[in-house]
Nanobody
Framework: VQLVESGGGLVQPGGSLRLSCATS????????MNWYRQAPGKEREWIGGITRDGGVKKYADSMKGRITISRDNRKNTVQLQMNNLQPEDTGVYFC???????WGRGTQVTVSS
């Protein structure tokens, strides 16, 4: 299983970022996908997920209204659109197929003025 997150960077408060995760090594369309983040000094937390066909999406309460998860089963990718970013959103963001114990390196998001 390979998971390669990208799209992170430095953004000002109130800004937006679109993260992407390229996957390989498993049959992508068979797996729900989740996004997690790990803030400095904190444990990794789940922030949202999407079903295999993309029909159902769930988000952590802290992220509702600010993020949208989507996927492309033809390209084996999953995306995370984040809006109105705040300093507390700073951290490393990861994607992961549900039930698979494998992590990528993540992509760093820093929200700062």
């Amino acid at each position: 299983v390979q998971l390669v997150e990208s799209g992170g960077g430095l953004v000002q408060p109130g800004g937006s970022l679109r993260l992407s995760c390229a996957t390989s090594g498993f049959t992508f369309r068979y797996y729900p996908m989740n996004w997690y983040r790990q803030a400095p000094g904190k444990e990794r937390e789940w922030i949202g997920g999407i079903t295999r066909d993309g029909g159902v999406k769930k988000y952590a309460d802290s992220m509702k209204g600010r993020i949208t998860i989507s996927r492309d089963n033809r390209k084996n990718t999953v995306q995370l659109q984040m809006n109105n970013l705040q300093p507390e959103d700073t951290g490393v963001y990861f994607c992961k197929p549900e039930g698979v114990d494998s992590w990528g390196r993540g992509t760093q998001v820093t929200v700062s003025s």
